[in-house]
């Protein structure tokens, strides 16, 4: 299972590789067949990402201790639902479990916008696409959560963190990056519009749901670190406060015009 793991990430950054080139190039090229072959592309690595979670899942709810992660992050004793939190318990997990995110969201987003918004999709797929491949690449030459032990692995894990073994801790982080993930996809929309010249709002119209859940999720967050729950370990929490500021003065800006001089 752990080589399957490592095997279905490197997967992931070589797939995540070919669908920026490929849409990049089709936009360039108006090469429609590119541009699909991208967005396929685009759609396998939420696929991929999806398989590997399941994996990293499985070998917390089946007590896998030869993988590091797994023995560093829960234990025997544990209950089911705070394996499955072990997930994100760490960093390693926490990158791999944003990626999967990502792939979800993204996935959704373009398949939603597809047909209306054709001269930004591939711009949209391959900027997430390169976020996406950044944290791939991270999870693979540095922080891979399927990295085993060289000698014999542990009979017993070490545990989740105590602070996280609590519902409202435990659903914390996951909370934090749906607001945080959500964010990248008006991010793409708006650096496509960009790249393309279209700076018309009907892009702003396609991400407003996204940007309002985003909004939601980090207004939960801050509020949570603004009572002090969790300031005194995760500046993250604290940091979504700058996120959630940002979001709500643009909802309560006029409609924006660009100028192009």
Not at 90 to 107: E, H, K, P, Q, Y
Not at 130 to 142: A, D, E, G, K, N
Not at 228 to 256: H, L, N
Request: aromatic residues 14%.
């Amino acid at each position: 299972m752990p080589s399957l793991g490592s095997f279905l990430l490197l997967a992931s950054f070589v797939v995540c590789a070919y669908s920026i080139a490929a849409s990049v190039a089709g936009a360039r090229q108006r090469s429609l067949r590119l541009i699909e072959s991208g967005t396929g592309a685009f759609y396998l690595v939420a696929a991929l990402m999806t398989v590997a979670s399941g994996v990293m899942v499985h070998a917390f709810v089946t007590n896998d201790y030869a993988i590091k992660y797994v023995q560093h992050y829960s234990d025997s004793a544990q209950p089911l639902a705070y394996k499955i939190a072990s997930y994100w318990g760490g960093l390693d997990g926490s990158i791999m479990f944003w990626v999967f995110l990502l792939g979800i969201f993204g996935t959704v987003a373009v398949y939603t916008n597809r047909e209306r918004h054709r001269e930004l999709i591939p711009y949209v797929v391959a900027v997430i696409a390169s976020v996406q491949m950044f944290f791939i690449f991270l999870m693979v030459v540095h922080n891979n959560p399927f990295s085993t032990f060289l000698a014999q692995a542990p009979a017993e894990g070490k545990g989740l963190n105590p602070l996280l073994q609590n519902f409202y801790m435990a659903i914390h982080p996951p909370s934090l990056y749906t607001g945080f993930v959500s964010m990248t996809i008006p991010f793409a929309f708006g650096m496509a519009a960009l790249i393309t010249g279209h700076l018309d709002d009907s892009w702003l119209r396609a991400v407003r749901r996204w940007t309002m859940i985003g909004w939601l999720f980090l207004s939960f967050v801050s509020r949570w670190a603004c009572c002090g729950r969790t300031k005194s370990w995760d500046g993250e929490g604290s940091g979504a406060g700058i996120r959630w500021r940002t979001r709500v003065f643009s909802r309560g800006s006029p409609r924006p015009h660009f100028c192009i001089r």
